[in-house]
């Protein structure tokens, strides 16, 4: 297997490795904010939604308040789903080396929420 460098690549290589790259750091990016939003909604389930939402069967529904056009009324099981999803992004890929890695790719502004 051979070894190349950037430098020794031709202009259509670069322009190929530079486009994928583009992509990956603004992906990287993206993720460290939906991390970051991930960790506010935890917050606020615990800190005030988890003492109300815990008296609900896990049928019943809660409607849809959000203003996002198609979203509809989950049951309270849904929302418990939801919050685990958000919750296994953070535990698998909101470490320190991760975060670290995204804000490498990305630039630290660009991983921030806000």
Do not use: C
């Given at each position: 297997?051979?070894?190349?460098?950037?430098?020794?690549?031709?202009?259509?290589?670069?322009?190929?490795?530079?486009?994928?790259?583009?992509?990956?750091?603004?992906?990287?990016?993206?993720?460290?904010?939906?991390?970051?939003?991930?960790?506010?909604?935890?917050?606020?389930?615990?800190?005030?939604?988890?003492?109300?939402?815990?008296?609900f069967?896990?049928?019943?529904?809660?409607?849809?308040?959000?203003?996002l056009?198609?979203?509809?009324?989950?049951?309270?099981?849904?929302?418990?789903?939801?919050?685990?999803?958000?919750?296994?992004?953070?535990?698998?890929?909101?470490?320190?080396?991760?975060?670290?890695?995204?804000?490498?790719?990305?630039?630290?502004q660009?991983?921030?929420?806000?």
């Amino acid at each position: 297997m051979s070894t190349a460098t950037y430098d020794a690549l031709d202009p259509a290589a670069k322009a190929i490795v530079d486009a994928y790259t583009t992509q990956l750091r603004a992906h990287a990016g993206m993720s460290a904010r939906v991390i970051n939003d991930g960790e506010t909604i935890e917050d606020y389930y615990w800190g005030a939604a988890n003492s109300i939402l815990a008296s609900f069967g896990p049928t019943d529904e809660v409607p849809n308040a959000s203003g996002l056009a198609g979203a509809m009324n989950l049951t309270k099981t849904e929302l418990d789903n939801l919050l685990s999803y958000v919750q296994g992004i953070k535990t698998n890929y909101g470490t320190d080396a991760h975060q670290q890695l995204r804000a490498k790719a990305a630039g630290l502004q660009n991983t921030l929420t806000g």
